[in-house]
């Protein structure tokens, strides 16, 4: 046995083999402590929740063109609510937030309000032949396209994003063919070089009649300028391109039947009131736009949460299972911009949501993809992740099948963060709540006119319902013994990630470049131990995020046993810490600074000038908005210099890790320092340079959205 093991594996190992113990006994058909349901209540919501029930939803909701903001968008929600209503949700209510292109909800700018009953797009020479109707295909339209009725030549621009194409090329008046994302080329072709509009075309000859789903998504100032675009397939594109080629005129017709006007960001809420903590809740959520069908994307997920809610009422009024001891609460949202709005007009959400699950795209059949339990980042890690990922587990050993739905075993992974959804917005740091989001990918029909219903498979649905429906009752029901055995477990669980964490540190340190000066190795030493406290750190985060279902200021016996788990795992967790820490720190990192041997990983960054660390020492800021910064609000109250920097050049890595950024964002909080933050973030990501970290810092500060705890103004 190696050094680095004989010194650091003992404890954290023995604590591996009581998490391993309880998946044994898992496997051999027990519910896991780590899963606190009772058999009768487990087989009660595999009994009553349906995919095939939710099938019917999905088909229904799927005939909507669910644009945000939009008239449309509403018949959706209002149909989600009546039927919440018939099930016995009393307080099923229908929720409106003002969306015209120029209200901003923390940095997001809400979507104008869109109608449309029809559009055509005609080729009138050299022959005279429908291109594309609305009616049709829903996708053939460009979201948000203003009214038309125009015809002009058309002209390949490539993929349309290109600027020195429009250098060499005069657009005016005339129709722009590109591969681009709609809105991006409308903003270059149209607004800033006159084309009458767009046709995009979907670079995909896999799927060479797909046609994909993009829209203007106008900027501040952008909503009396817009104009019009569609969307066309590959094979579609492909003809029109050989008759350009060929030296042909090609002229085309665009016909569009809509109305740019103030609308509302529409979402349904209702409630399981809870029995015992009515004030304190778990959070169920899926958001219900997108063009029609988007079937997967994310008809699956609204559908799947209203089978949800109907089994859950159903169990509950007819007496198969008592009332959760806490609230569960369903939200059906309008993606990102309603969320933000929700959180906006509802202050305190992080006091009375505990935990929260997204289901995006839970309709994918095992064989064309994974069903993904993306688990929350470092700065949100919480015990919902163990609950989570041990429902995941225990649904995959169950014989979860549908009469009309694939037979396949449930393909599944337990993954690490991504975001693009609602559970990101809640997990922001100035928000404060732990959320999941369930996933079923790769989806090849994704933001396409193929994600139609028959590509849903009903098995994954209700196995979605399943993981999620227990997992949220085993929080909103968990008494303080079930709490206890799950504590035992996240500390085992704990531990054995410090025993990896600290392998890893010691790997990256195993030599110093024997020409290192004294100071830059006495700091990459310390740096190393830094790196270990931020990893207890996301340890005690997680062991600590149970205390978030006790209500604030309770004093009930069952509170303060609650508390007292919580007091218990923290102090074991720290007890054994403290072995890692004395042989790591102590032992292991000074004889590793004595050895002076070479280092091993040659990716491993410079140290950072003593001065920077300085000064990255005493910058400390606070955020003065809450929900995760839109880039491009950011970018635009930047000064034109700034925004390069991002675009461009030594910016551009930076700008491109969005996770990076976003867990930067989180670690904001009027404490820790930019270095302390630095650090949180390499024993997350690796090893991290302070520079970018401390311009991104300093731009957020400059652009309003950071202050030091000394500054005036801005609040939430």
Request: with cysteine.
């Amino acid at each position: 046995m190696s050094r680095r093991t004989t010194a650091s594996i003992l404890i954290p190992l023995a604590a591996f083999f009581i998490y391993t113990a309880g998946e044994v006994g898992a496997q051999e058909g027990a519910i896991h402590p780590s899963l606190p349901l009772t058999e009768a209540v487990a087989e009660a919501l595999t009994a009553e929740l349906s995919g095939e029930i939710a099938m019917h939803h999905l088909r229904e909701i799927t005939r909507h063109h669910r644009i945000q903001a939009s008239p449309m968008m509403r018949e959706s929600a209002r149909y989600v609510r009546d039927q919440l209503g018939a099930w016995g949700y009393e307080d099923a209510s229908l929720l409106s937030y003002p969306s015209d292109g120029r209200i901003t909800y923390q940095t997001w700018l809400s979507p104008v309000g869109w109608t449309v009953d029809e559009a055509e797009l005609w080729m009138t020479s050299p022959r005279r032949e429908r291109i594309a109707r609305y009616s049709e295909i829903a996708n053939h339209l460009v979201t948000l396209s203003a009214p038309a009725d125009e015809e002009g030549l058309l002209v390949d621009a490539g993929t349309g994003l290109d600027p020195a194409f429009y250098d060499s090329t005069d657009v005016g008046g005339k129709i722009v063919l590109a591969s681009g994302y709609g809105g991006d080329v409308h903003r270059l072709a149209v607004l800033q070089h006159g084309a009458l509009g767009v046709v995009c075309w979907n670079d995909n000859p896999d799927r060479p009649d797909q046609v994909r789903y993009t829209g203007m998504w106008p900027r501040a100032g952008e909503r009396e300028r817009l104009r019009w675009g569609f969307n066309i397939s590959w094979r579609q594109a492909r003809e029109l391109k050989r008759l350009l080629e060929a030296g042909e005129e090609v002229r085309l017709h665009a016909r569009v039947e809509s109305e740019i006007q103030d609308g509302s960001l529409d979402m349904v809420t209702a409630s399981l009131r809870g029995r015992r903590y009515p004030d304190q809740e778990i959070l169920l959520l899926a958001h219900l736009d997108h063009p029609r069908p988007s079937a997967n994307d994310n008809a699956s997920g609204c559908a799947a949460l209203m089978d949800i809610a109907r089994a859950l009422e159903r169990l509950v009024s007819e007496g198969t299972l008592a009332a959760p001891a806490r609230t569960i609460r369903f939200l059906w949202v309008s993606e990102m911009f309603g969320t933000a709005a929700w959180i906006d007009a509802n202050p305190g959400l992080g006091d009375r949501i505990a935990f929260a699950i997204n289901l995006d795209m839970v309709g994918t059949p095992p064989g064309t993809s994974v069903l993904h339990l993306f688990q929350a980042p470092a700065s949100a890690s919480s015990i919902l992740d163990d609950v989570t990922s041990r429902a995941v587990r225990w649904a995959s050993r169950k014989d979860l099948f549908e009469p009309r739905g694939t037979r396949s075993p449930m393909n599944y992974e337990v993954s690490s963060y991504s975001g693009g959804s609602d559970h990101y917005m809640l997990m922001d740091g100035a928000v404060g709540i732990p959320s999941v989001m369930l996933n079923t990918s790769p989806d090849p029909y994704y933001h396409s006119s193929e994600d139609t219903p028959d590509k849903v498979d009903p098995t994954t649905l209700r196995r979605a319902e399943v993981i999620a429906a227990a997992a949220a009752w085993s929080l909103a029901d968990l008494s303080p013994s079930r709490a206890d055995a799950l504590l035992q477990e996240r500390v085992a669980l704990g531990l054995h990630r410090l025993h990896t964490d600290q392998l890893t540190v010691l790997d990256m340190l195993e030599g110093l470049d024997p020409e290192m000066e004294d100071v830059e190795a006495a700091l990459l030493v310390r740096d190393a131990g830094k790196l270990l406290e931020a990893q207890l750190d996301r340890e005690m985060r997680a062991v600590s995020s149970l205390e978030r279902l006790v209500p604030v200021g309770s004093d009930s016996l069952t509170a303060e046993r609650l508390r007292a788990a919580v007091i218990r795992a923290r102090a074991q967790l720290e007890a054994h810490a403290a072995v890692i820490r004395q042989r790591v720190m102590e032992t292991e990192l000074n004889r590793i600074a004595e050895a002076r041997g070479m280092l091993p990983l040659p990716q491993l960054l410079p140290i950072a000038p003593l001065e920077a660390r300085e000064e990255a020492s005493a910058l400390v800021l606070e955020r003065t908005t809450r929900g995760p910064i839109n880039d491009q609000w950011l970018l635009s109250h930047l000064p034109e210099e700034r925004r390069l920097y991002y675009m461009r050049g030594a910016g551009r890595p930076f700008w491109n890790d969005s996770m990076l950024r976003y867990e930067l964002t989180n670690y904001i909080d009027g404490t820790r320092s930019a270095l302390d933050i630095r650090n949180a973030l390499s024993a997350q990501f690796g090893l991290q340079s302070l520079e970018p970290i401390m311009t991104y810092l300093k731009d957020l500060q400059a652009a309003g959205l950071a202050r030091t705890p000394q500054q005036e103004s801005g609040s939430y």
